[in-house]
């Protein structure tokens, strides 16, 4: 589920003013190369942030195989791309300055609304996207007795002291996976923490 959140009004291009960007949790880049690749004529200025060095090192290297790190200079005749700065930090003490970001995005990641306030200006937004009730439902059937469903909309009550809710998107899609892509997935979930050991030993039987 994506939320679509503005302290103020959505952000107006005609002024001409750049555009900084701020990718919160953007781990090893998977969305942050999308946004720096359909963003190229809105986006100036993208920040990836991660407290994982190790994933923003491999951000960085992807980033420069496309010619988008901050430091390279674009080739004459070539399109405008968007400038990409790999940031290690944590969320919740962000080295930006205040009011200096157009626009944030938290996929999958740390919701902090007093940090993303302090960094977005007034007419900047907040993109947020986050499990939805029914997320990987047939995985947590598989690997707990009791399953929980997502409260997906508890973290509004947080951010409406900063932020006044624009638009929610509700994105519901079946994959079949391989048993090596169900690995991956599983990897990066909780639950290979979580889960009931003989419940997750039959799970990952192929």
């Known amino acids: 589920m994506t939320e679509l959140l503005s302290n103020d009004e959505l952000i107006d291009k005609q002024d001409n003013k750049p555009v900084n960007w701020l990718d919160i949790g953007c781990g090893e880049g998977y969305y942050t190369q999308a946004m720096a690749q359909m963003g190229s004529d809105v986006i100036d200025t993208l920040i990836a942030a991660d407290i994982s060095k190790p994933a923003v090192v491999e951000l ?105 809710l624009v638009e929610t998107c509700r994105v519901s899609t079946e994959l079949t996976l391989s048993a090596e892509d169900l690995a991956d997935l599983m990897t990066m979930t909780p639950y290979a923490y979580r889960a009931r050991s003989e419940k997750g030993k039959y799970y990952w039987l192929p």
């Open 60 to 164: 960085a290297k992807v980033s420069k195989v496309a010619g988008r790190l901050w430091y390279q200079p674009r080739k004459e005749g070539t399109a405008k791309t968007t400038a990409v700065y790999p940031l290690v930090t944590s969320a919740a003490h962000l080295p930006l300055r205040p009011h200096s970001m157009t626009g944030i995005s938290s996929i999958f990641s740390p919701i902090l609304p007093e940090a993303f306030d302090n960094v977005l200006m007034d007419s900047g937004y907040l993109i947020i996207a986050k499990p939805d009730v029914g997320h990987l439902a047939t995985m947590r059937d598989a690997l707990f007795d009791d399953v929980r469903e997502h409260d997906s909309d508890k973290f509004l009550q947080e951010l409406a002291p900063y932020f006044t």
